[in-house]
């Protein structure tokens, strides 16, 4: 009915744009703080049977792994992180599998103890808005034989009040393989090269004040060298050259469910996923984890996983015959397996840092003779200022 | 799986999608509630799950692989 | 499902004036949404003072006459650009380059300025003397300045309350210095009361309003005043002539969605009641006005 009179409707306009430059108020900026953690990890894989060995040493993989890393704002919407991984490891691995004397699958293991170390950089470079953030993010890993750069972008935005997310990301790496001792073991790859390019979507809700639950779907592929380097089959009697398809697409989906239980002062974690490929491995994963708050500075979880998977199409712990397709693979990870762990993880936080301790027992059962077991126990410090 | 995935979601759904307020939101602050509350160590495990187990998934980062045996 | 929600009150000072914060949330919550905001304005405390030699203000002041032109960051931009409208719609009377007429008029020492002191300042005030192609700003003449300080507090009072509406508060207000803004009423849906000062008696109210949401701003020749021989001069400057303009009110109260609306008008409204009484009440707004009388009129129905 009544006209807007002209100086309200000239001072509106003048506020309604002053509104518009305004900066919004962040919602939750990078921290603005630097923060250093470090984490030593043993991992110790268990000896197997001596009735399932052949040849060669029972004794599997020790690797001490350091992972450092170091978050530091750059400006007021924006912060670099560097994280570094450094591994040493020995031990003998499982090299091939032969049928013995009642035709049962037993498994040779490398003479020679192998010593390797493995080092990784990172760097990940984050920029903040209020609606959104994204991510750029570097890395590098070298080991004697296997040298691999990936780069990975991703972003999050923040919808409907910042109680939606949506997230996506892009990430690949170039690989090259280049197998030690390739002219004492002929048929050994030297100059191989691996790339994979992935991305993934993901979506989270705030469900209610105590409940956070995410799903994420993931595709990737990964092209050239898939083989082995260093695991043989046994064919007919035959040892030949661990040999993959050079393909591979990969389909992921994951849920991840967060539940706050006030009267516990706990939360819970529920995490599934499914992961599928065209080689007709497809797996599935369980992950329960209680977060138990005691007192206000310690936290107790326990947790447990379930992982099943199946075996790859061209997958035999030995072959009798040769396959029309030329694909062979022994490997232990190729072959239908279920394997449960169980953590416990004991955390203190003090007034300037954190210290916590996780301890993992992993075992898997299924029919190939070389199945993993491992412990691992590690330690993580950490602070911020 | 991906249905019981979906089925999943929407169960949680169910129970009401009131739009939670700001305030509201302590208990999902606390570091406990996060997707990922101390990344090294789901790093460290993810590293050795990758490594020994078939699965290929794809997550936020880089994607920088090694050698595994 | 909801907590329990508290009344959380703060009182602090900024920007010269005292600040009240008041608010419905649950406990736990109350420190960080009082951080965020006071974050907030002591970003624009900081950015706008003419007290801090840092400030986007006093960097603007201090290149005067210079021949340095000053690019601005959008908030600025929205100001200044602000600023020129408020310039246009009070004819002039509303001018932020009006700051040197401080050096002539002291009010605390009783005293009129001398002719000379006025003619010399004269020269450097007047808003269409500035240099403005947007986002380029500059004052061509040594001695010149500006000063947000007209607005800029309730610009803020609008910005506080945005953060905390984002933050989830319902009930509420925010109150810089009687420049003020209620979020929602209380929980119970009952309004706040918002005392009006009376214009001759300090820290009494010479009416109540109760207020459910909405800014609310008062302008008055109270503020900073000096009387000389039973007349009254105000800091209300006419930026034309140098002297306080004779309003016929002693105050004015305006009500309207947000604070810098609600000042600008009774800022405007009181500068032009010397030669214009209808202005007010043919600005579309919710008004009280005290006359000199101390005479209540206005739109606003009144309850006591």
């Known amino acids: 009915m009544q006209e807007k009179k002209p100086a309200l409707a000239a001072l509106s306009t003048a506020a309604m744009l002053l509104n518009s430059l305004a900066p919004v108020a962040n919602a939750n900026p990078p921290d603005q703080k630097t923060s250093v953690d470090y984490r030593y990890t043993n991992y110790k894989e268990g000896a197997l049977e001596p009735s399932k060995v052949a040849e060669g040493s029972t004794e599997r993989y020790t690797i001490d792994i350091h992972q450092v890393k170091v978050k530091t704002p750059v400006a007021g919407d924006t912060e670099l992180t560097f994280s570094g991984q450094f591994e040493t490891l020995s031990g003998a691995s499982p090299w091939y599998v032969l049928p013995n004397a009642d035709g049962e699958a037993v498994q040779v293991m490398t003479g020679a103890t192998i010593d390797e170390s493995r080092a990784e950089a990172g760097l990940d470079f984050r920029s903040y808005n209020e609606r959104s953030e994204?991510?750029?993010?570097?890395?590098?890993?070298?080991?004697?034989?296997?040298?691999?750069?990936?780069?990975?972008?991703?972003?999050?935005?923040?919808?409907?009040?910042?109680?939606?997310?949506?997230?996506?990301?892009?990430?690949?790496?170039?690989?090259?393989?280049?197998?030690?001792?390739?002219?004492?073991?002929?048929?050994?790859?030297?100059e191989e090269t691996k790339n994979r390019l992935g991305g993934y979507l993901g979506f989270s809700q705030v469900m209610t004040k105590n409940r956070l639950v995410g799903i994420t779907l993931g595709v990737s592929n990964l092209e050239g060298y898939l083989s082995d380097p260093y695991k043989l089959a046994w064919v007919a009697g035959d040892i030949i050259q661990d040999s993959r398809p050079t393909s591979q697409n990969n389909v992921n989906a994951a849920l991840r469910w967060r539940e706050f239980v006030p009267a516990a002062n706990a939360a819970l974690h529920v995490d599934i996923g499914y992961y599928s490929n065209d080689w007709e491995i497809s797996s599935g994963t369980v992950d329960l984890a209680w977060y138990q708050n005691i007192?206000?500075?310690?936290?107790?979880?326990?947790?447990?996983?379930?992982?099943?998977?199946?075996?790859?199409?061209?997958?035999?712990?030995?072959?009798?015959?040769?396959?029309?397709?030329?694909?062979?693979?022994?490997?232990?990870?190729?072959?239908?397996?279920?394997?449960?762990?169980a953590r416990l993880k004991v955390a203190r936080t003090f007034d300037r840092f954190y210290l916590n301790f996780l301890y993992e027992n992993y075992s898997a059962s299924g029919d190939h003779p070389a199945l993993l077991s491992f412990d691992l126990l590690s330690l993580g410090i950490g602070t911020d200022f | 799986m991906k249905k019981v995935l979906l089925l999943i979601l929407l169960a949680a759904c169910a129970q009401g999608c009131s739009q939670v307020k700001a305030w509201e939101r302590g208990n999902l602050a606390k570091a406990e509630m996060a997707f990922s509350p101390d990344p090294l160590e789901d790093k460290i495990r993810n590293h050795v799950y990758h490594s020994k187990e078939a699965s290929q998934t794809v997550g936020a980062g880089a994607g920088g692989g090694c050698g595994c045996n | 499902m909801s907590q329990a929600l508290q009344?959380?009150?703060?009182?602090?000072?900024?920007?010269?004036?005292?600040?009240?914060?008041?608010?419905?949330?649950?406990?736990?919550?109350?420190?960080?949404?009082?951080?965020?905001?006071?974050?907030?304005?002591?970003?624009?405390?900081?950015?706008?003072?003419?007290?801090?030699?840092?400030?986007?203000?006093?960097?603007?002041?201090?290149?005067?006459?210079?021949?340095e032109?000053?690019?601005?960051?959008?908030?600025?931009?929205?100001?200044?650009?602000?600023?020129d409208t408020l310039h246009k719609q009070s004819d002039g009377l509303f001018d932020i380059t009006s700051g040197p007429l401080r050096q002539a008029w002291n009010f605390r020492s009783g005293k009129l300025p001398s002719r000379e002191k006025l003619d010399a300042l004269l020269p450097l005030i007047g808003w269409q003397k500035a240099e403005w192609n947007p986002p380029h700003f500059a004052l061509p003449l040594r001695g010149m300045e500006i000063d947000f300080g007209g607005f800029v507090k309730e610009y803020a009072a609008d910005q506080l309350a945005q953060i905390l509406t984002g933050q989830g508060i319902e009930h509420g207000l925010v109150n810089l210095g009687g420049d003020l803004v209620i979020i929602g009423p209380h929980p119970d849906d009952s309004p706040w009361q918002v005392g009006i000062q009376h214009p001759r008696k300090t820290n009494e109210a010479i009416v109540q309003l109760p207020l459910h949401r909405g800014a609310i701003a008062t302008s008055g020749d109270y503020e900073r005043f000096m009387l000389i021989e039973g007349n009254r001069y105000s800091h209300l400057l006419n930026p034309c002539s140098g002297w306080p303009v004779k309003p016929t009110y002693a105050a004015v109260t305006v009500i309207a969605?947000?604070?810098?609306?609600?000042?600008?008008?009774?800022?405007?409204?009181?500068?032009?009641s010397e030669h214009d009484q209808d202005w007010l009440s043919?600005?579309?707004?919710?008004?009280?006005?005290?006359?000199?009388?101390?005479?209540?009129?206005?739109?606003?129905?009144?309850?006591r």
């Not at chain 1, 030995?318 to 694909?327: I, M, P, S, V």
């Not at chain 3, 032109?69 to 600023?83: F, K, P, Q, R």
């Open chain 1, 134 to 190: 994204s991510t750029l993010s570097v890395s590098y890993s070298g080991e004697n034989d296997y040298t691999s750069f990936g780069f990975g972008y991703g972003g999050q935005w923040r919808l409907n009040k910042n109680t939606s997310t949506l997230s996506w990301g892009l990430n690949g790496s170039k690989d090259y393989v280049d197998a030690t001792d390739a002219e004492l073991y002929p048929g050994r790859p030297t």
């Open chain 1, 295 to 341: 007192a206000s500075n310690w936290q107790v979880v326990p947790s447990l996983r379930y992982y099943n998977q199946s075996a790859a199409v061209f997958y035999q712990p030995f072959y009798n015959q040769d396959r029309a397709d030329g694909f062979y693979s022994s490997d232990y990870r190729l072959s239908e397996f279920s394997a449960v762990s």
């Open chain 3, 7 to 67: 009344l959380h009150s703060h009182r602090f000072k900024a920007m010269g004036s005292p600040c009240e914060l008041q608010y419905y949330a649950p406990a736990e919550t109350a420190g960080l949404i009082f951080t965020t905001t006071r974050k907030r304005l002591n970003q624009l405390e900081q950015k706008y003072s003419r007290y801090l030699p840092k400030s986007v203000t006093s960097q603007i002041n201090s290149s005067a006459g210079s021949g």
């Open chain 3, 69 to 83: 032109t000053i690019e601005v960051d959008n908030e600025t931009l929205g100001l200044l650009h602000y600023a």
């Open chain 3, 257 to 272: 969605e947000q604070c810098l609306i609600a000042g600008s008008f009774s800022s405007i409204a009181m500068l032009k």
């Open chain 3, 282 to 303: 043919n600005s579309g707004l919710a008004y009280l006005s005290v006359d000199q009388k101390m005479q209540l009129s206005g739109n606003i129905i009144e309850t």
